[in-house]
Every structure is written in structure tokens, then in C-alpha cells.
Nanobody, 125 residues
Framework: QVQLVESGGGLVQAGGSLRLSCAVSGLTLSRAVMGWFRQAPGKDREFVAA????????YYADSVKGRFTMIRDFAKNTVYLRMFSLKPEDTAVYYC??????????????????WGQGTQVTVSS
């Protein structure tokens, strides 16, 4: 059974930083693709970032490029989303997602097979 467990959300002031964690179990990670999405109240879930577990490449939404970074820890089977220079518009529930394998880094939620429960990030102005 595949499980994705997120943690690390919270309340932060604008300009601050947070690190979200996503611990993965039950999935062969060598060819997996990992992604982060977010959903603000009243809005659709939107793509934030994606990377191959192998680290071969990554991709970011324009809204977070240069401020957010995905990294992974092989020993802990955990992927992180490091968020810097946070803005109030970054406030959302953040979801970790995984796909067993994809030829191209997916940016659509429909292309991911597994999801975490979400973690709230609130950025105050």
C-alpha cells in the first residue's frame, strides 16, 4: 500500500520560509515522479513543482520559480519542498503526489497516482 505523509506546514509571515516534507512508503522510487500541488479556498488545485526521484530533472510553476525548491533524501524516502520569500498568495493546503513513472514530468493532477493528506500553509501579510 502506497502512503504519502506530509508535514511541515504552519503559519509564517510574508518573506519567511518553510520546509514541507513528504515521506513515501510502499512505492518503488527509482523511476517515480514526485510532485507538489496546492489548493487555496475556492480555487482549483494547482501545480507547484515536480521532479524525478532520480534527480534527473525538475520543473516549477512560474509563480514559485526561484523561490521554491524540491529536494529528496534517499535514506529517508522523503521529498521536501523548500519555500522561501513566501507571499500571502502562497497560502493554501499543499499536497504531495507521486506517480510510478512518467516519460515527461507531469503538471496535471490527473497524471499522479497517489496523494498525501495535505498540509496547511498560511502566510500572513
Amino acid at each position: 500500500q502506497v502512503q504519502l505523509v506530509e508535514s511541515g506546514g504552519g503559519l509564517v509571515q510574508a518573506g519567511g520560509s518553510l520546509r514541507l516534507s513528504c515521506a513515501v512508503s510502499g512505492l518503488t522510487l527509482s523511476r517515480a515522479v514526485m510532485g507538489w500541488f496546492r489548493q487555496a479556498p475556492g480555487k482549483d488545485r494547482e501545480f507547484v513543482a515536480a521532479m524525478r526521484w532520480s534527480g534527473a530533472n525538475d520543473y516549477y510553476a512560474d509563480s514559485v520559480k526561484g523561490r521554491f525548491t524540491m529536494i529528496r533524501d534517499f535514506a529517508k524516502n522523503t521529498v521536501y519542498l523548500r519555500m522561501f520569500s513566501l507571499k500571502p498568495e502562497d497560502t493554501a493546503v499543499y499536497y504531495c503526489a507521486a506517480a510510478a513513472t512518467r516519460p515527461v514530468l507531469p503538471t496535471s493532477r490527473n497524471e499522479y497516482d497517489y496523494w498525501g493528506q495535505g498540509t496547511q500553509v498560511t502566510v500572513s501579510s
